[in-house]
């Protein structure tokens, strides 16, 4: 059996999260027993939860423990079986966490997917045809449920899931507007994801003057928003909303670092008859084969071009997960193992 480098939570961050508070050890892989499977990690993905699981706080799940390899999606090759529905050389998809190899009990339900990279990129399964995607598509399917001609917004536009959310706002008639950071970003929203318009939230340091620029880019105001920020973004989106509009909360990178993130207006809420709800995809597993086959033509077709950040060896997935926390990132963040 191979050896394994693996990255642990080492220690809880207080405040900002930091490269010390993960450790890289290297472990020797046990022997396979009767039902589990040996995969070997092309990619491993990076995705924001992964921030809010490293503190000990009440939150919608179990904080990543101490001492034990981080949580993480992945998707990689079998290379050794003792599974009658898994093969040598299956590409599957999995939570395999930060580390090269990972032994998978594959009976249980839902640990081990195969899929087809007969159109799809193998990497794909960890971005828009994966987790990120679903995200996007329930937010807005079962949340937003928008009409042709209305006037969605998002935020974090260019990452994994707010560019499937443009994709398939897009498919379905609406006018889409994106939140992003930087003119590339903004420039790759409109040209390469088909945006109808992308505010640059760098140049709008307040919420009143990014809520200008969205009455600029939302003429009729906006109808449905995809929450994946919080903050003075929240503020800026609130003041546009229409009456009745739906807002599908996701996440709020602006307070992972633990900073309040109080609303400075939230009656707009009850003066508007808003419908606010946030959801944990996980939580909604009986949707993902609907999604996925909307997602997956998507990506087949050429409708969805995702882009992807790519660090490469287990070693780089500390900072590489650091940088994403602060947007560095362009589009989905991996590691190539």
């Avoid at 070997?40 to 503190?55: E, F, I, K, T, V």
């Avoid at 088909?194 to 009143?208: E, N, S």
């Avoid at 998507?298 to 940088?323: C, D, M, N, T, Y």
Wanted: hydrophobic letters at 45%; aromatic letters at 6%; one cysteine or more.
């Amino acid at each position: 059996m191979p050896f394994n480098t693996q990255i642990l939570l080492d220690n809880r961050p207080v405040g900002e999260a930091v490269a010390s508070n993960f450790k890289c050890i290297t472990v020797e892989t046990p022997a396979l027993t009767d039902g589990q499977v040996l995969v070997r990690h092309h990619y491993l993905s990076l995705d924001p939860y992964m921030r809010g699981r490293m503190n000990d706080n009440k939150s919608y799940a179990a904080a990543q423990p101490l001492g034990e390899v981080m949580i993480g999606g992945t998707v990689g090759e079998v290379v050794e079986s003792r599974h009658p529905k898994f093969a040598p050389g299956d590409k599957v998809v999995g939570m395999g966490g930060w580390q090269q190899y990972s032994v998978v009990n594959a009976g249980e339900p839902g640990a081990l997917r195969k899929v087809d990279t007969t159109h799809i990129p193998l990497s794909a399964y960890l971005g828009a045809v994966g987790m990120p995607g679903v995200t996007a598509w329930y937010g807005l399917v079962k949340i937003i449920a928008p009409q042709a001609g209305e006037t969605l917004v998002v935020s974090a536009a260019t990452g994994a899931v707010g560019s499937a959310f443009g994709a398939l706002a897009k498919a379905r008639g609406c006018r889409v507007v994106g939140i992003a950071g930087g003119p590339d970003k903004c420039a790759y929203a409109v040209d390469e994801l088909g945006f109808d318009a992308c505010i640059d939230y760098k140049v709008h340091p307040t919420a009143l003057s990014l809520s200008k620029a969205l009455k600029a880019a939302c003429p009729n105001g906006i109808d449905g928003y995809f929450e994946n920020v919080g903050g003075i973004v929240l503020d800026a989106v609130l003041s546009r909303m229409n009456a009745f509009g739906r807002m599908a909360v996701c996440g709020m990178i602006a307070g992972y670092n633990g900073e309040p993130l109080p609303m400075a207006n939230p009656a707009l809420i009850l003066i508007n008859r808003l419908k606010v709800e946030g959801f944990i995809v996980s939580e909604h597993m009986e949707v993902w084969p609907e999604a996925l086959k909307e997602l997956g033509a998507l990506v087949a077709s050429g409708q969805l071009r995702a882009r992807e950040s790519v660090a490469h060896g287990i070693e780089s997935a500390p900072e590489a997960f650091l940088g994403l926390l602060k947007g560095k990132n362009f589009g989905k963040q991996l590691v190539q193992l």
